[in-house]
T-cell receptor
Framework: GAGVSQTPSNKVTEKGKYVELRCDPI?????LYWYRQSLGQGPEFLIY????????DSGLPNDRFFAVRPEGSVSTLKIQRTERGDSAVYLC?????????FGEGSRLTVL | AQKITQTQPGMFVQEKEAVTLDCTYD???????LFWYKQPSSGEMIFLIY??????QNATEGRYSLNFQKARKSANLVISASQLGDSAMYFC????????????FGKGTMLLVSP
């Protein structure tokens, strides 16, 4: 597609479950970012990929969060043992040589 | 560490009027970038305008202009001739260099444009 695609758009899960959120960046974009946006807040940086490798994962809140980008295109954000505090919109963005382009996010609700 | 402060939770403006959304920032970096994004109810973050810390002239993009006052560490967004479609959340953000790397966002300002 023309833009950054994120799936699922909505995910409801129970506390303690495992979830995966997928991001399909704009074709050819080498940089990919994950952000988390809690209700009433601005997005907060989680992790940045340049190609296949995580160039900066300093924003991941703890070891329950992990992200991969094995072929340098699609990325998956993985959250283990989800907690209610993980409820948020998870935004993905990709970048070529210019500005960041964001997807519409995956809304995660942990019951 | 970088910090962005947006003190206006909400702003109201009438259609065709101009509006200023406030943003102040804090950083120890000499080189940095300042950004404004619009977030409509769909959730997507839409890039509006960029100002590099060494740019001497204020950035403009159509109806958007960035009032950059370096000494005051402010980067206010001015929207001229507001339109109903401008109603959305607006976020100020900064990067630790003059490019588009990792962004730190403020809490946002909700703008409502009335007919």
């Amino acid at each position: 597609g023309a833009g950054v695609s994120q799936t699922p758009s909505n995910k409801v899960t129970e506390k303690g479950k495992y979830v995966e959120l997928r991001c399909d960046p704009i074709s050819g974009h080498t940089a990919l970012y994950w952000y988390r946006q809690s209700l009433g807040q601005g997005p907060e940086f989680l992790i940045y990929f340049q190609g296949t490798g995580a160039a900066d994962d300093s924003g991941l809140p703890n070891d329950r969060f992990f992200a991969v980008r094995p072929e340098g295109s699609v990325s998956t954000l993985k959250i283990q043992r989800t907690e209610r505090g993980d409820s948020a919109v998870y935004l993905c963005a990709s970048k070529g040589t210019g500005e960041l382009f964001f997807g519409e996010g995956s809304r995660l609700t942990v019951l | 560490a970088q910090k962005i402060t947006q003190t206006q939770p909400g702003m109201f403006v009438q259609e065709k009027e101009a509006v200023t959304l406030d943003c102040t920032y804090d950083t120890s970096d000499q080189s940095y970038g300042l950004f404004w994004y619009k977030q409509p109810s769909s959730g997507e973050m839409i890039f509006l305008i960029y100002q590099g810390s060494y740019d001497e002239q204020n950035a403009t993009e159509g109806r958007y202009s960035l009032n950059f006052q370096k000494a005051r560490k402010s980067a206010n967004l001015v929207i001229s001739a507001s339109q109903l479609g401008d109603s959305a959340m607006y976020f100020c953000a900064m990067s630790p260099d003059s490019g588009y790397s990792t962004l730190t966002f403020g809490k946002g300002t909700m703008l409502l444009v009335s007919p």
